[in-house]
């Protein structure tokens, strides 16, 4: 890949086998005469993007266009049906809080654990470990297994890990609800300070258009899965809020 780009994006289609009931999809599986029971569902048709070494992308459109499933792909949470993903660096992704924890585990256990799937060394962990706790503020909590933990609890931990660990490459979805409205305002603010280093390259996907318009380099609008526009801000905001009227 380009060493311009840090995310290439080639012709990628997600598509969802849709069952009417969970029965019919154990009917089909064993099926001798290979009778199909599901339709086809292609949450993501045919796209192709790439995203620059310190670029801002943001991504938005309505409920269901497919942006959560794009960055799933891209993070390699999902893989896609067709189409290839190129990605050069270290990746950490603020959309599957939590994905990879170990519920039996700490909470120091878990941040070891979390940073090792990131692709982070013990050591490494070791020197960010006292900032993570402090910013989850969790206290004593940290020894305690993570079963133990409230909902609030369990994000505000795996946001701090993410949210602290230096990478290359940023994704994010709609995460900063996580925690009070003191914990929101300062996650808020830990945001704005990574998506402003200019050695990372940031996609972001919300329902907060303003917030979008004013963070990002260049907008991609996602709509039933397709690219309808991708361009600066200022274009794509006004197609959108004349798309939305």
Same mark, same amino acid.
């Given at each position: 890949?380009?060493s311009?780009?840090k995310?290439k994006?080639?012709?990628?289609?997600?598509?969802?086998?849709? *069952?009417?009931?969970?029965?019919d999809?154990?009917? @089909?599986?064993?099926?001798?005469?290979? +009778?199909?029971l599901? %339709? =086809?569902f292609?949450a993501?048709?045919?796209?192709?993007?790439?995203?620059?070494k310190?670029?801002?992308?943001?991504i938005?459109?309505?409920?269901? &266009?497919?942006k &959560?499933?794009l960055?799933?792909?891209?993070?390699?949470?999902?893989?896609p049906? @067709? !189409?290839?993903?190129?990605? #050069?660096?270290?990746? #950490?992704?603020?959309?599957?809080?939590?994905?990879?924890?170990?519920?039996e585990y700490?909470?120091i256990d878990?941040?070891?654990?979390?940073?090792?799937?990131?692709?982070?060394?013990? /050591?490494?962990? @070791?020197?960010?470990?006292?900032?993570?706790?402090?910013?989850?503020?969790?206290?004593? *909590?940290? *020894?305690?297994?993570?079963?133990? *933990? /409230? $909902? !609030?609890?369990?994000?505000?931990?795996?946001? $701090?890990?993410?949210?602290?660990?230096? %990478? =290359?490459?940023?994704?994010?979805?709609?995460?900063? $609800?996580?925690?009070?409205?003191?914990? +929101?305002?300062k996650s808020y603010?830990?945001? +704005?300070?990574?998506?402003?280093?200019? =050695?990372?390259?940031?996609?972001?996907?919300?329902?907060?258009? @303003?917030?979008?318009? $004013?963070l990002? =380099?260049?907008l991609?609008?996602?709509?039933?899965?397709?690219? +309808?526009?991708?361009s600066?801000?200022?274009?794509?905001?006004k197609?959108y809020?004349?798309?939305?009227k």
């Amino acid at each position: 890949m380009d060493s311009e780009f840090k995310i290439k994006v080639s012709n990628i289609s997600k598509v969802f086998k849709m *069952y009417n009931t969970p029965m019919d999809k154990m009917r @089909e599986a064993f099926s001798v005469s290979g +009778k199909i029971l599901h %339709t =086809d569902f292609y949450a993501i048709t045919d796209l192709s993007f790439s995203v620059k070494k310190g670029e801002i992308l943001g991504i938005m459109g309505r409920n269901g &266009s497919g942006k &959560s499933t794009l960055l799933k792909m891209i993070t390699g949470i999902l893989e896609p049906t @067709e !189409g290839n993903i190129e990605v #050069s660096g270290k990746i #950490s992704s603020l959309l599957e809080l939590g994905t990879g924890f170990n519920m039996e585990y700490t909470g120091i256990d878990n941040i070891f654990f979390y940073g090792t799937l990131m692709g982070f060394t013990r /050591s490494q962990m @070791e020197g960010k470990l006292s900032e993570i706790i402090a910013f989850a503020e969790r206290g004593d *909590y940290v *020894y305690q297994p993570v079963k133990t *933990y /409230s $909902s !609030g609890m369990y994000s505000k931990l795996a946001f $701090s890990i993410t949210a602290i660990l230096e %990478t =290359d490459i940023m994704l994010i979805d709609e995460v900063l $609800s996580v925690g009070d409205s003191k914990f +929101k305002k300062k996650s808020y603010n830990k945001m +704005k300070q990574l998506i402003n280093d200019k =050695d990372r390259t940031v996609i972001i996907v919300s329902h907060a258009i @303003e917030t979008l318009g $004013s963070l990002c =380099d260049e907008l991609l609008w996602l709509n039933d899965g397709e690219i +309808k526009m991708q361009s600066n801000p200022e274009d794509v905001l006004k197609e959108y809020n004349n798309f939305m009227k």
